[in-house]
């Protein structure tokens, strides 16, 4: 079963469309056979879903914004190299989370980013930074990019 069979069984569907730029760059750029994803929020239609501080009360819909920023992350990766079977491994996810003051719990809130990659890639784990921001772009609740290693072709 491929990359993308694996996601699509898990995410009950294929995934969306990669979403727009949200300024002057490249959503991904691809260089010594590593492929950087730029940062990639909540979007889903066009609109960003999952907004505001997450604190602990509300760290399980930090959790889905980190799922669906991943799905996106994965959706440009496609766009770019156009299958995800040419991973070789995801090496790093960096996560930002608007965090309330006090809060802690970005490690799991990128528990629901690294779970996307698992369904997609199987054990393979990959490193990751989870940190605490006090604005995101948009107002977004999460931000996450990655660096993949891409497969020789």
Known sequence: MS???RLAAYLLGPLPEAPAAAGAYAQVVVAGGLAFV???LPLSGGKVRY???VGPENAS???????LCAINVLSQLKAEIGSLDRVARVVRLSGYVCSERGFAGQPAVMDGA???FAA???PRTHAR???GVASLPLEAMVEVD????????
Do not use: H, M, N, Y
């Open 3 to 5: 990359a993308e069979e």
């Open 38 to 40: 730029s940062g990639q």
């Open 51 to 53: 907004t505001g501080a």
């Open 61 to 67: 819909e930090g959790r889905e914004a980190a799922r």
């Open 114 to 116: 690294s779970d996307i």
């Open 120 to 122: 997609a890639f199987g």
């Open 129 to 131: 930074v989870a940190i």
């Open 146 to 153: 990655a660096i993949a290693e891409l497969a020789q072709p």
